[in-house]
């Protein structure tokens, strides 16, 4: 049987974008395999040119008589390009997308742009003569300063413009030693510093013992080259960013390097700082807010080795290294490390498939890890390492629930509680900080009642109904409706309504409360510019201002010894998020805020404010209880048949005309099932139409599809991708899917 290669010809954006065939020799067959370096034929010419096998098939795809044929595999081994090209084929055949999509996620290939490039001056004679001609300069004043700069090039091998300026030597010292022949100027390539922190001494951490116990585990077997895959359970504040300090300080003494994914670009301050400290400028950052010159020089810098260290969000994990030997993803439980836009991958399953092509190590460190990767790590598929203490030997926050029930039934309509209020005012009389968190995330338009706490909810899913403006209420998993009403069904209240509240109406309340309060508002408006969330981090850091007000990105991961306060504002705004996993997201966002107060010598107070003070989620935050919480959602998830104990596979259908978008989703169901109607676990839903029904006049439907084993879901996924794509030759419908989204479609 022949053999063909789908070939990318070098690798860049034009290449990408274009895939020619070749027929494999016979002689070639057994050691051609995806992602290995080949040279071939290429143009009018046959000119050789390297290129990267992407694909492998056993029948042509165009006229064979027309299809040329490899000269030879360049190398038996993979380079890095290689390796990344099979990470490419595993996101598509893992979350159904086009091999171009794929290869254009993982190829990380920035705009390329002007080279930076600064001058340097060097010696152009032996040391011996620079010796004798700097004694005989040092014997006169006037040219004292001629001596002093070869001393230094005496010293070093060059000195830049910049060095020399800062020296006293002016730039005609400089053009006159070049004239006589005594230097010589050239260029070096200057990259973009992206990092513009103080260069300070690494501080001394010496490990305590469950931080040496977890790091030791860790260390012992990447040392026997047993990678595996870890979840570093630690509270807040146990210390679990200088257990990765430890073990990539490890990683790159072996000669290999590491990438840290953080979930949000406002923990780079802090991140970046506690590790330049370690690395020096051996660490650098990749993130979207960088300029395209800063982009393409840490890109540069990653692939020619130049660092060990890159820190980054999601899009950090393809950073090209050549030796790669660790991945640590902080705050595992992230919703922003699965991507919106197809590929639909999650960063944590993406990352330990690249460890296992480097054959490397991951680490996956959170406070409250997501209910999936703590079920991996019960079954063992994951090694769990545990921090049950805070580091500083600290104790947690003491935190208080506040019913919002009760402040209203006592006429107070304000924004802050009773105790809140009261404990801001200690707070600012103390000259002590605080931060204040609007859990802002859940708000879709859903309808609550204010006397009793009930949220309106779908009878057959357990999931919130949206209130949309036609009039109704609806479930955008299964299609359920019903009429919005004006009293609430429990206790017959009128004061029913959908709730909704945001930070500038907080930060209003405050100056209005607390006229003589400095504060610093963090949100989505604040921090659009490049360098907004170093900014107001530096200055909270710094002491100036005494209230950080802000939605989720300033509840994760930050370290402020001096805040004594936390304010939760709403705390179950993310409880009627119409997901699955809102419970989750509502217990971790609590936790990791309450995380926040008392992290110094000082004892820190938590004020969660809520309308379900009695919600588990709500309850087992407060204690910091993560166990509890997990047992109680994984029982949940066993009922209503959610991941991580059912799978989950998305099928959103788009299109232009809505019935010809239906009717082709309606299809799609009728195919599953037809072909999979053995599977008697298989469960499908719709198609109804998306939470989101109509953008741009695209009009959108979904299919929910649930089984218990995953590759049953990618089975059918990838039975359906060749009918689809022969349908899409006759209707102007597409079709995207998503395994375990982490929101509602």
Not at 177 to 182: A, S, V
Request: glycine share 6%; net charge positive; hydrophobic share 35%.
């Amino acid at each position: 049987m022949k053999l063909y290669a789908d070939v990318i010809i070098d690798i860049s954006h034009e290449a990408i974008d274009r895939v020619f065939q070749y027929e494999v020799p016979l002689f070639l067959c057994d050691e051609i395999k995806l992602g290995v370096q080949v040279l071939v034929p290429f143009g009018v010419g046959n000119h050789q040119r390297k290129g990267y096998v992407i694909e492998l098939k056993n029948t042509p795809d165009y006229d064979v008589t027309k299809i040329k044929s490899l000269i030879n595999i360049v190398s038996k081994s993979v380079p890095i390009e290689g390796k990344m090209i099979q990470l490419a084929d595993f996101l598509k055949r893992q979350y159904g997308s086009t091999m171009i999509n794929a290869l254009k996620t993982v190829v990380m290939i920035p705009d390329r742009v002007m080279d930076k490039e600064q001058k340097i001056y060097s010696l152009a004679i032996p040391k011996e003569e620079a010796g004798l001609k700097k004694a005989a300069y040092d014997k006169t004043v006037k040219f004292k300063t001629r001596g002093k700069i070869l001393e230094l090039l005496m010293e070093q091998e060059f000195i830049t413009k910049e060095e020399a300026k800062k020296a006293g030597i002016s730039d005609t010292i400089l053009k006159n030693l070049e004239k006589e022949g005594i230097l010589k100027i050239s260029t070096q390539r200057q990259y973009r510093n992206p990092l513009m922190l103080k260069k300070e001494e690494a501080e001394v951490v010496t490990l305590n013992e469950e931080q040496q116990v977890a790091f030791q585990l860790f260390l012992e077997d990447f040392k026997n080259q047993r990678y595996q895959t870890y979840l570093l359970h630690g509270i807040t504040g146990s210390g679990k960013t200088q257990v990765y300090l430890a073990m990539i300080e490890e990683v790159v003494k072996s000669g290999r390097q590491a990438i840290l994914l953080i979930p949000e670009i406002s923990l780079t301050f802090q991140n970046i700082s506690r590790f330049q400290k370690r690395f020096g400028d051996r660490v650098t950052i990749i993130h979207s807010k960088l300029s395209k010159g800063e982009k393409y020089d840490q890109f540069e810098r990653a692939k020619r080795g130049e660092v060990d260290v890159v820190i980054g969000p999601r899009s950090a994990l393809f950073a090209p290294f050549e030796n790669l030997g660790l991945i640590i993803i902080d705050e595992e439980h992230e919703n922003s490390y699965k991507s919106d836009n197809p590929p639909k991958y999650h960063a944590r399953e993406v990352a330990i498939e690249r460890a296992r092509i480097c054959g490397a190590s991951v680490v996956l460190g959170s406070a409250t890890p997501s209910i999936e990767s703590y079920t991996k790590a019960r079954l063992g598929k994951y090694k769990l390492l545990t921090l049950k203490k805070r580091a500083t030997e600290g104790q947690l926050a003491e935190v208080s629930v506040v019913d919002l029930r009760e402040e209203l039934k006592e006429g107070n309509r304000s924004i802050f509680s009773r105790e809140l209020r009261e404990r801001m005012q200690e707070c600012l009389a103390a000259k002590k900080q605080m931060m204040l968190f609007l859990n802002r995330r859940g708000y879709a338009g859903f309808v609550s009642c204010r006397s009793c706490g009930q949220v309106i909810k779908c009878p057959h899913c357990d999931i919130s109904l949206t209130y949309h403006k036609d009039g109704n209420l609806h479930c955008h998993y299964c299609g359920f409706w019903q009429p919005y009403r004006k009293n609430c069904s429990q206790c017959g209240s009128t004061y029913i309504g959908s709730f909704g509240i945001g930070t500038q109406k907080v930060e209003e309340a405050i100056y209005r409360e607390f006229p003589g309060a400095r504060v610093l508002r963090m949100d989505f408006d604040t921090t659009k510019g490049k360098n907004s969330h170093q900014e107001i981090l530096q200055k909270f850091s710094e002491g100036q201002a005494d209230i950080l007000l802000g939605t989720q990105m300033i509840v994760k991961g930050h370290d402020f010894p001096n805040v004594t306060l936390v304010g939760i504002i709403a705390a179950d705004l993310t409880l009627a998020f119409q997901d699955y996993r809102s419970n989750e997201v509502t217990f971790s966002l609590l936790t990791q805020a309450a995380g926040r107060a008392g992290r110094g010598k000082e004892k820190g107070h938590v004020v969660i404010q809520t309308y379900q003070p009695e919600h588990y989620s709500i309850l087992a935050a407060a204690r910091q209880d993560y166990t509890g919480f997990y047992e109680l959602e994984y029982t949940y998830r066993q009922l209503l048949k959610y991941p991580p104990v059912y799978q989950m596979l998305v099928i959103l259908v788009t299109g232009k005309e809505e019935n010809v978008t239906f009717d082709f989703a309606k299809d799609l169901v009728k195919e599953i099932k037809g072909d999979f109607s053995e599977e008697e676990e298989l469960q499908v839903l719709g198609p109804n139409k998306a939470g989101v029904s109509k953008i741009n006049d695209i009009f959108r439907y979904v299919i929910y599809l649930k089984h218990i084993d995953y590759d049953i879901l990618v089975r059918i996924k990838d039975d359906l991708e060749p009918k689809i794509k022969n349908r899409l030759l006759k209707k102007d419908t597409y079709v995207s899917f998503d395994f375990n989204p982490m929101h509602t479609y």
